[in-house]
């Protein structure tokens, strides 16, 4: 099966500031990757994501890159705000239709 | 648009009692369903998946069960409750074709006492 690294596990910035996560796959059939926003006692919610045929992909102040050879995969956020702190989990597919996860970063943005 | 539905929102249950939790897609049709679980301060496991009524993958062998009686329905279960269920249970769905994107309910939190 599929196995996704996720790091750091915690992330302090200053608002303004940039933040990136990052995450390792194994599957390198894996041909998708999204990321998701976590608020605490929510469901999460998808933010960005990328397939395979892309390298990068940005939406405003949000991008993911895509090293399919190195099988790695980040999110930036740049200036960040406060509503930015959250848990952001990054996930790859697998099989078609299975989403493996990793562990989550929890991000705190100070102001 | 399409919205997904969970209930209960949250459930305190005694161990060795019996668990339901339903999941509800609206606006779309033929889904792949999914319940994860959710461990405090941990990642996403996934728990089943289902491509179709009647058709359900395990991924975890456990205490628990899923269903797919209609297509828009998925349900969680268990006929006798421990502590190492409790946690947060999403539910998601994605369109049928890979690749599609994945969305995920709004979640259920049970304690089992």
């Known amino acids: 099966g599929e196995n996704v690294e996720q790091h750091p596990s915690t992330l302090s910035v200053q608002e303004g500031d940039s933040a990136v996560i990052k995450c390792t796959y194994s599957?390198?059939?894996?041909?998708?990757f999204p990321w998701y926003k976590q608020e605490l006692g929510k469901g999460p919610q998808l933010i960005i994501d990328?397939?395979?045929?892309?390298g990068e992909k940005k939406d405003q102040r949000i991008a993911v890159t895509l090293n399919k050879t190195a099988k790695h995969f980040s999110l930036h956020i740049t200036e960040t705000q406060p509503e930015d702190s959250a848990v952001y989990f990054c996930?790859?597919?697998?099989?078609?239709?299975?989403?493996?996860f990793g562990s989550g970063t929890k991000l705190n943005v100070k102001p | 648009s399409q919205t997904i539905h969970q209930w209960p929102a949250t459930l305190v249950q005694p161990v060795g009692s019996p668990l339901s939790l339903e999941c509800t897609v609206e606006?779309?049709?033929?889904?792949?369903l999914y319940w994860y679980r959710q461990a405090a301060g941990r990642g996403l496991q996934l728990l089943f998946y289902?491509?179709?009524?009647?058709?359900i993958s395990s991924e975890v062998p456990q205490n628990l069960s899923a269903s797919r009686p209609q297509d828009r329905q998925f349900i969680l279960s268990s006929k006798k409750l421990l502590l190492s269920d409790s946690g947060f249970y999403l539910c998601?769905?994605?369109?049928?074709?890979?690749?599609?994107?994945?969305?995920f309910g709004p979640g259920t939190r049970l304690t089992v006492l």
């Open positions: 998601a769905w994605s369109g049928e074709f890979p690749g599609d994107e994945q969305f």
């Open positions: 599957d390198s059939a894996s041909n998708y």
């Open positions: 990328i397939r395979s045929n892309v």
């Open positions: 996930a790859a597919l697998y099989n078609f239709n299975k989403f493996y």
């Open positions: 606006g779309t049709s033929n889904p792949n």
């Open positions: 289902s491509v179709g009524i009647g058709q």
